[in-house]
């Protein structure tokens, strides 16, 4: 397991920023938090990363099998975890399956033949209840 969270609180102003997560994310997954702005998904991130205005509030975060929850950032980032920011907001010209495509042939060293490509991406759409014209957006509009 790469990291995981065992009934992970944090309280943020006085609201219940992040309540009873359990989450586990294996080596080698791919996972995506998604969810309209204002959903605590910036604030989940600032927590499992140890930044100091986030404090756990209740419950633990792993990670590698690790309890990281009382360790700093600077620790957590040492041993390989780290948060990223969204940089640039949106990319105009270059869609979301041209940058999945490119990414997954970047990955296995070679081409991915374009109709392959197409049924596999049509099928994960489906399977995440999203529309197939998001597929053509340009990269990282309408997401955080």
């Known amino acids: 397991m790469l990291l995981e969270t065992r009934h992970l609180s944090k309280v943020y102003d006085n609201r219940q920023a992040v309540n009873d997560l359990n989450l586990q994310i294996e080596t080698g997954s791919f996972t995506a938090i998604l969810g309209p702005n204002g959903a605590g998904k910036s604030t989940l991130g600032y927590v499992l990363m140890g930044n100091p205005k986030y404090q756990v509030t209740g419950g633990n975060i ?26 640039p907001l949106e ?37 995440l209840d999203l529309d197939d014209s998001y597929a053509e957006r340009s990269l990282n509009v309408g997401f955080s």
């Not at 270059?94 to 374009?114: D, E, H, M």
């Open 91 to 127: 990319v105009p010209g270059l869609t979301v399956s041209a940058f999945i495509r490119n990414a997954i042939q970047q990955k296995k060293g070679g081409y991915v033949r374009l109709w392959d490509f197409k049924k596999e991406l049509k099928k994960n759409l489906e399977f």
């Open 62 to 87: 792993l990670f590698k099998g690790k309890d990281v929850t009382e360790e700093s950032a600077d620790k957590r980032a040492k041993d390989g975890m780290f948060l990223s920011f969204q940089e």
